[in-house]
Nanobody, 125 residues
Framework: QVQLVESGGGLAQAGDSLRLSCAAS????????LAWFRQAPGKEREFVAA????????YFADSMKGRFTISRDKAKNTVYLQMNSLRPEDTDVYYC??????????????????WGQGTQVTVSS
């Protein structure tokens, strides 16, 4: 059974940094894309960043470029989202997702098969 378990969320002040982790288990992810999305109540799930498990250039939403980085540790089966220079508008629930045969369509939630339960990030001004 595939599981994606996020951690690392919490309270932060504007300008702070947080690192989210997504521990993946239950299968081999070598052909998968791992991604982070975020969602506020009443809004659509928004793409944040994605990375292929085998490496290669990561993908970011334009608004996150330069502030967020995504990486993965194969030995730990974990994907990370490093968030720097946090802003109040970064307040959301952050979700980890995994999908295969994305075809370059990293931005669309329905392309991803597996999802974590989410971790809340709250940034105060």
């Amino acid at each position: 059974q595939v599981q994606l378990v996020e951690s690392g969320g919490g309270l932060a002040q504007a300008g702070d940094s947080l690192r989210l982790s997504c521990a993946a288990s239950g299968r081999t992810f070598s052909s998968y894309v791992l991604a982070w999305f975020r969602q506020a109540p009443g809004k659509e799930r928004e793409f944040v960043a994605a990375i292929t498990w085998t490496g290669g250039s990561p993908y970011f939403a334009d608004s996150m470029k330069g502030r967020f980085t995504i990486s993965r540790d194969k030995a730990k089966n974990t994907v990370y989202l490093q968030m720097n220079s946090l802003r109040p508008e970064d307040t959301d629930v952050y979700y980890c997702a995994a999908g295969v045969n994305i075809g370059g369509n990293y931005y669309t939630p329905r392309q991803y098969t597996y999802w974590g339960q989410g971790t809340q990030v709250t940034v105060s001004s």
